[in-house]
């Protein structure tokens, strides 16, 4: 957990999230995605990451955790979670009014997301030809 982030205080309450629900199904990686088996992910993930954010630890490490298991068998060309970290913004901040964050602070991720999709559309042959 950043040592600056103001949401540190509620870190006591994050296991909290989802309620009983949670408890019930812990291990399950449809309620925690972080929990998937790398096989059964798709080939490029990119995640964009507010920094003020309950999830960005649990985030870095489902990043890292994938990436290191990926490159100890050696097949990856590219990470396959790239971990786009937005270190000054909030959780939900892509979907905030443009008075609140500027239109070309949202653009970053968004372009990234469109040249991530291109890149793996090139891989499989696939172009956009509109």
Request: glycine share 4%.
């Amino acid at each position: 957990m950043p040592k600056n982030d103001p949401a540190r205080i509620f870190v006591p309450l994050f296991d909290a999230y989802a309620g009983p629900a949670r408890a019930k199904h812990f291990e399950d990686p449809r309620l925690s995605p972080v929990l998937a088996k790398k096989e059964t992910l798709p080939d490029r993930i990119l995640l964009v990451v507010p920094g003020i954010d309950i999830l960005v630890a649990e985030q870095t490490e489902f990043a890292e955790r994938v990436n290191a298991e990926d490159e100890a068998v050696g097949d990856r060309e590219v990470p396959r979670v790239e971990l786009m970290h937005e270190k000054e913004l909030f959780h939900g901040y892509l979907e905030v009014p443009d008075a609140v964050i500027k239109r070309e602070v949202k653009d970053r991720a968004y372009s990234r997301a469109i040249e991530v999709l291109r890149e793996t559309h090139e891989k499989y042959g696939w172009a956009w030809e509109g």
